[in-house]
């Protein structure tokens, strides 16, 4: 069974940077697309940043020019580097992946990770 787990949330004062780490357990073969999500409370869940497996990216308006998202294929790993952080950037962020695993192709999803900046 495949699982994503986020880490790397936190308090952090606006201004400040944080890095989320997304890593793949289980037995995957390989992630076609990957991409962060975040819900904020009261509030739809909302595409962040997208990365295939080629490098194509793509940001959400809001974060661009301070998130870089970016990914390690061989350890199945995708990173988010938060800079110049803001309070509306205050979130649970979640990892989502589409890949194929030996059970075919499928969508999974991270448990999250929250990420408060205080103002």
């Known amino acids: 069974q495949v699982q994503l787990v986020e880490s790397g949330g936190g308090l952090v004062q606006a201004g400040g940077s944080l890095r989320l780490s997304c890593a793949a357990s289980g037995s995957i073969f390989s992630f076609n697309s990957m991409a962060w999500y975040r819900q904020a409370p009261g509030k739809q869940r909302e595409l962040v940043a997208t990365i295939t497996r080629s490098g194509s990216i793509n940001y959400t308006v809001s974060v661009k020019g301070r998130f870089t998202v970016s990914r390690d294929n061989d350890k199945n790993t995708m990173y988010l580097q938060m800079n110049s952080l803001k309070p509306e950037d205050t979130a649970v962020y979640y990892c989502?992946?589409?890949?194929?695993?030996?059970?075919?192709?499928?969508?999974?999803w991270g448990q999250g990770t929250q990420v408060t900046v205080a103002s």
């Open positions: 989502n992946a589409y890949g194929r695993s030996d059970s075919g192709y499928s969508f999974y």
